[in-house]
């Protein structure tokens, strides 16, 4: 059978956040602990409930590869980002976002360094609740350095080498408790010029020694935020010559023709079959169809089957219903 995965984030339980506040602050990029309705210091026992109750939810959908779901994150960027040395957490930087819009970001204002473990508690926790595979992510060099005020440095390319050292150092230790190590660098796409004068070379740096099963995941951007996505990517073939083992891409929402596939011949492709930005939930014949659809492209050996993003802003029964159709649309599929 073709294997399913979920891409990282899996909506977060209401009595644990503010989902006006979630969606109002759009894509934390620093810190935002008003999102959080447990008070510390119950709240790191209320964060393990709701990874139990993600994990479970992947789990009777049917998903091979799961996450924690991403449930103690404000979002798939801000708490490795504000983990870092070299970061002043008091005083925010300002970033233009994909979107165009200001955002506050993490200033850089000394020697990017890892001074800790960020996630590793977490992916012992998901390791020791479930007998699956297990897939932790964390954001990509590139992308954490587009998402920073580089007052130290002041160079974008030094910048983006510091981020995948630290990066390298959280993948190594995460390494023997996870069996697949995603980096979300949505800024892939956003900002194309820019990654292919140093975005390869820094997600090699970051991905240097892992032998673990590793991905890269590009998109548009959230569903909620981004609602007219173009219909193909301006940064992908790229990316066949980097060192991550497999590419994962969003194609059901910007309805992505997938002969570029094509493009990436040494790659598994880990294919976005769900629309989140659909308010339904996709049939399993739908996602037969879009498997059906790639495998003209691409050979099932090398395909691996998700929705097209993380689902962190899905009401949690949409997420689990599209789920459980992406599985039964996989299993359907005769290759």
Same mark, same amino acid.
Request: charge should be neutral; glycine fraction near 6%; hydrophobic fraction near 45%.
């Given at each position: 059978?073709?294997?399913?995965?979920? +891409?990282?984030?899996?909506?977060? $339980?209401?009595?644990?956040?503010?989902?006006?506040?979630?969606?109002?602050?759009?894509?934390?990029?620093?810190?935002?602990?008003?999102?959080?309705?447990?008070?510390?210091?119950?709240?790191?026992? #209320? @964060?393990?409930? #709701?990874?139990?109750?993600?994990?479970?939810?992947?789990?009777?959908?049917?998903?091979?590869?799961?996450?924690?779901?991403? @449930?103690?994150?404000?979002?798939? /960027?801000?708490?490795? !980002?504000?983990?870092?040395?070299?970061?002043?957490?008091?005083?925010?930087?300002?970033?233009?976002?994909?979107?165009?819009? &200001?955002?506050?970001? $993490?200033?850089?204002?000394?020697?990017?360094?890892?001074?800790?473990?960020?996630?590793?508690?977490?992916?012992? /926790?998901?390791?020791?609740?479930?007998?699956?595979?297990?897939?932790?992510?964390? $954001?990509?060099?590139?992308?954490?350095?587009?998402?920073?005020?580089?007052?130290?440095?002041?160079?974008?390319?030094?910048?983006?080498?510091?981020?995948?050292?630290?990066?390298?150092?959280?993948?190594?230790?995460?390494?023997?408790? !996870?069996?697949?190590?995603?980096?979300?660098?949505?800024?892939?796409? #956003?900002?194309?010029?820019?990654?292919?004068?140093?975005?390869?070379?820094?997600?090699?740096?970051?991905?240097?020694?892992?032998?673990?099963?590793?991905?890269?995941?590009?998109?548009?951007?959230?569903?909620?935020?981004?609602?007219?996505?173009?219909?193909?990517?301006? /940064?992908?073939?790229?990316?066949?010559?980097?060192?991550?083992?497999?590419?994962?891409?969003?194609?059901?929402?910007?309805?992505?023709?997938?002969?570029?596939?094509?493009?990436?011949?040494?790659?598994?492709?880990?294919?976005? +079959?769900?629309?989140?930005?659909?308010?339904?939930?996709?049939? &399993?014949?739908?996602?037969?169809?879009?498997?059906?659809?790639?495998?003209?492209?691409?050979?099932?050996?090398?395909? +691996?089957?998700?929705?097209?993003?993380?689902?962190?802003?899905? &009401?949690?029964?949409?997420?689990?219903?599209?789920?459980?159709?992406? +599985?039964?649309? #996989?299993?359907?599929?005769?290759?």
């Amino acid at each position: 059978m073709l294997a399913t995965a979920v +891409v990282g984030s899996y909506p977060q $339980p209401r009595w644990l956040v503010d989902p006006a506040t979630l969606r109002s602050s759009g894509v934390p990029r620093v810190r935002m602990p008003d999102v959080w309705r447990v008070p510390d210091p119950l709240l790191g026992e #209320a @964060q393990d409930d #709701a990874v139990r109750l993600a994990v479970r939810d992947m789990e009777r959908a049917g998903v091979d590869i799961v996450s924690d779901g991403e @449930q103690r994150r404000e979002s798939y /960027f801000n708490q490795f !980002a504000t983990a870092l040395g070299g970061v002043d957490l008091d005083r925010p930087g300002m970033a233009v976002s994909r979107t165009g819009r &200001p955002t506050q970001v $993490p200033r850089v204002v000394g020697p990017i360094v890892r001074e800790r473990p960020v996630h590793v508690r977490d992916a012992r /926790f998901l390791r020791d609740l479930t007998a699956r595979e297990i897939k932790v992510t964390l $954001p990509g060099p590139f992308t954490l350095t587009q998402l920073a005020q580089d007052d130290y440095y002041r160079d974008e390319e030094r910048l983006a080498m510091a981020y995948a050292d630290a990066v390298n150092a959280e993948l190594r230790d995460l390494e023997g408790l !996870a069996d697949v190590l995603q980096l979300d660098e949505p800024y892939l796409q #956003a900002r194309p010029d820019k990654a292919r004068a140093y975005a390869i070379p820094a997600i090699d740096r970051a991905l240097r020694g892992i032998g673990k099963t590793t991905v890269v995941h590009l998109c548009f951007g959230y569903a909620f935020t981004v609602k007219d996505k173009p219909s193909g990517y301006s /940064f992908l073939p790229e990316l066949d010559r980097s060192a991550a083992r497999q590419i994962s891409i969003e194609a059901a929402q910007p309805r992505l023709d997938l002969s570029v596939l094509a493009a990436l011949p040494s790659k598994t492709i880990v294919l976005g +079959v769900l629309d989140l930005g659909a308010p339904t939930a996709e049939t &399993p014949p739908v996602v037969a169809e879009r498997i059906r659809e790639a495998l003209k492209h691409v050979p099932a050996s090398r395909l +691996v089957v998700a929705p097209d993003c993380g689902m962190k802003y899905l &009401p949690r029964e949409l997420a689990f219903a599209k789920l459980a159709a992406m +599985v039964l649309g #996989a299993r359907s599929v005769i290759h």
